[in-house]
C-alpha cells in the first residue's frame, strides 16, 4: 500500500464525514407544502443563497463531487 493510497483513504473519510453532518444538519424537505396549500413563494425561497440551508446543501454538493473525484484518483493509484 503507497503512502498516496494511505492519505486518500483519509481524504475519503474525512469527505464522508463532512458529507454526513452537512446531510444530517439539514432540514426535511417534504413535497407536502404545494398539496396543503402553502405559498412557495416565501422571503425564504427567495434569498435561499444566503441562508444557512443553502450553504449546508452547497457543501453536501461539494463534498460529493470531492468523494467521487477524490475515489476515483485512488482506484487509478491502486491499479498501478
Known amino acids: 500500500m503507497g503512502m498516496l493510497e494511505i492519505i486518500g483513504g483519509f481524504l475519503l473519510i474525512a469527505i464522508c464525514a463532512v458529507i454526513i453532518v452537512a446531510v444530517t444538519a439539514q432540514e426535511s424537505k417534504s413535497g407536502l407544502g404545494t398539496i396543503s396549500g402553502e405559498s412557495s413563494g416565501t ?4 434569498n435561499r443563497g444566503k441562508t444557512k440551508e443553502a450553504m449546508l446543501a452547497r457543501a453536501s454538493t461539494v463534498s460529493g463531487i470531492a468523494l467521487a473525484v477524490v475515489t ?5 493509484v491502486a491499479a498501478h
Not at 43 to 46: A, L, N, S, V
Request: net charge neutral; glycine share 0%.
Open 43 to 46: 422571503f425564504f425561497d427567495k
Open 72 to 76: 476515483l484518483i485512488v482506484v487509478v
